[in-house]
């Protein structure tokens, strides 16, 4: 926990804290052992040192040296300790009260990144460390190191040069650095004597984050780490156009194709050939807009989920459309990766669709949809009522309109996903989904809920490779591994793509079957999941 924590300055703390201390109870002591001080029976340390005192001979007026030594000592230290506190990393005493009470309110700060002013903007992101906000230094300010962050980040836990609470820390140093010790000149004229990226901070680091939460989760000061590490990334990609090659591919098929899988927009509604969905156009009013993603459109795998999913939706009568071929990427993987241009091509591209359709009501069947149409499109005018897939089903489970009567027997776990737990709170809803299926038994993998643990997938990496250390998903299957349940449920198109690489690399496949949860429910209520009957893509 305390791994690459400043100890020196923790030791010159606890060695003043400890020297105020003695130079209080000696200075009481030293009374008690004057005589006559009423509050003698109150000071059992005290008046236990005075004891001391005593036998050494100092008693009565013999004391009163003592008591103006320790007087002093104690002043001093108090003293030395206000002097050392602003230059240490112990400021946190006075910053982490503001800090916590200038919180970012309504969406968290991961969840919600600021928009770039694309046209007026000086800077895009952040590579020194002034161009942060004074929210964001003030957030340097009151790290404690206490390390809670680093033992939660499933980027730091599986070997990755990633450690949330030094990126807080080395950005506090290059503050210093550039800022406080830089000559006065320095001080006011560009350039900066230092940059945070490559200076304080490596590029391995910030691309090794999967964005997924658990560092803000932990921080006692509520200090918000993803979107700085996320300005570093902006900076890299549009301003430096750094990042690594295989995301390139991705940005690049969202850009032309609208989808990081680089097939065709043509092929965008080929899942659903055969199952009577319609689109906005067919069926405008719909109580509805299914936005169904690139996952769901485009992954085999996910595909099904799609399938299943809608229909569970008719089953129960839901009044549904989908955008169809005016759907695209929601931008979450370029945001994330850097490149807020891309995403805010995309967003305003869906949201123009969403209008021109009249939607309100928007169901999202992958956690980064549903974040980013809940917390990030009214950035752009987009405001709807946005529902996961796992809250529908639960409300629909509860109405009575889906009735899930064939037993699934034995132990069920759940892979809480980082974006629709942490980042929006949503934990029961999939629970109780799982609960409503007879014979099932819901059991927790070590971490769960609010200490989930990512599956790898977050913050762009899906379309990266993951070349240092061990791979979260191997970790994450692990995990679930020991929980002994035969069945996993997740909630998002990248867990279950992660979970089932995962499984396989682990030749685990006897042990652990993976599906999305609406699947398990379509099982449960027809005895069958619906196949995929096309293959395009
Ligand atoms: S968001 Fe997740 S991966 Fe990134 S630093 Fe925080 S805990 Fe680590
Ligand atoms: S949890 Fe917060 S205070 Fe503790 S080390 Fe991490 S960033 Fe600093
Ligand atoms: S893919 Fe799933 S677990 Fe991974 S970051 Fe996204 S929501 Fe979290």
Redesign the pocket.
């Known amino acids: 926990q305390f791994q690459e924590s400043n100890e020196v300055d923790a030791l010159i703390i606890l060695g003043l804290i400890a020297t105020i201390m003695v130079g209080m109870l000696g200075q009481n002591a030293a009374r008690i052992a004057q005589g006559g001080d009423p509050s003698a029976s109150w000071r059992p340390v005290a008046s236990a040192i005075a004891r001391l005192f005593e036998s050494l001979g100092w008693l009565g007026t013999a004391a009163i040296a003592a008591h103006e030594a320790f007087y002093w000592i104690h002043v001093l230290a108090v003293l030395a300790f206000l002097v050392y506190i602003p230059s240490s990393k112990h400021l946190h005493i006075i910053v982490a009260i503001p800090n916590v009470f200038f919180r970012k309110l309504g969406p968290r700060a991961g969840a919600a990144l600021a928009p770039i002013d694309l046209e007026h903007a000086e800077h895009y992101g952040v590579n020194t460390v002034t161009q942060w906000s004074w929210k964001n230094l003030l957030d340097l300010y009151s790290c404690t190191e206490c390390g809670r962050c680093q033992e939660q980040c499933p980027a730091f836990l599986t070997g990755k040069p990633l450690n949330p609470k030094m990126i807080i820390v080395d950005a506090r140093e290059n503050l210093y650095k550039t800022v406080r010790d830089a000559p006065a000149e320095q001080r006011r004229d560009a350039p900066r004597p230092q940059t945070l990226i490559g200076d304080a901070i490596k590029e391995d680091e910030i691309w090794a984050c999967?964005?997924?939460g658990a560092c803000q989760q932990e921080c006692p000061v509520l200090i918000e780490h993803v979107p700085k590490i996320m300005d570093m990334r902006r900076s890299l990609v549009l301003e430096e156009s750094k990042f690594p090659k295989e995301a390139q591919g991705a940005l690049r098929s969202i850009e032309t194709q609208g989808n990081p899988y680089g097939l065709p927009r043509a092929q965008r509604t080929d899942w659903a050939q055969g199952l009577g969905v319609k689109t906005v156009e067919e069926h405008p009013g719909a109580e509805y807009l299914y936005f169904v993603g690139c996952a769901a459109s485009y992954d085999e795998a996910n595909r099904a989920v799609a399938r299943a999913f809608v229909r569970l939706l008719q089953k129960a009568g839901v009044d549904f459309a989908i955008l169809g071929s005016h759907e695209t990427c929601n931008g979450d993987p370029a945001r994330r990766i850097g490149n807020e241009y891309l995403y805010q091509t995309q967003a305003q591209q869906n949201i123009a669709a969403m209008t021109a359709a009249k939607v309100r009501k928007v169901i999202a069947s992958c956690?980064?949809c549903f974040n980013t149409i809940k917390n990030e499109f009214p950035q752009f005018g987009g405001n709807y009522e946005v529902v996961h897939h796992t809250q529908l089903l639960a409300s629909l489970v509860k109405e009575g309109r889906l009735r899930p009567s064939k037993a699934i027997d034995g132990r069920f776990t759940y892979?809480d996903?980082?974006?629709?737990g942490r980042w929006n709170d949503i934990y029961d809803p999939p629970r109780e989904v799982i609960e409503a299926i007879p014979g099932a038994k819901l059991v927790e993998i070590e971490r769960h809920r609010k200490r989930?643990f990512?599956?790898?997938?977050?913050?762009g990496r899906?379309w990266m490779e993951e070349k240092i250390g061990k791979r979260i998903n191997h970790e994450r299957v692990e995990q679930t591994l020991r929980t002994e349940a035969p069945r996993v449920a997740t909630a998002?198109p990248?867990?279950l793509t992660?979970f089932r690489d995962g499984i396989a690399a682990k030749g685990a496949e006897s042990r652990l079957q993976v599906k999305d949860l609406a699947q398990y429910l379509a099982e449960s209520i027809d005895g069958e999941a619906p196949r995929l009957t096309t293959t395009s893509g």
């Open positions: 999967v964005a997924c956690p980064h892979h996903s980082c974006y629709l989930g990512c599956c790898g997938a977050g913050g899906m998002c990248f867990c992660m």
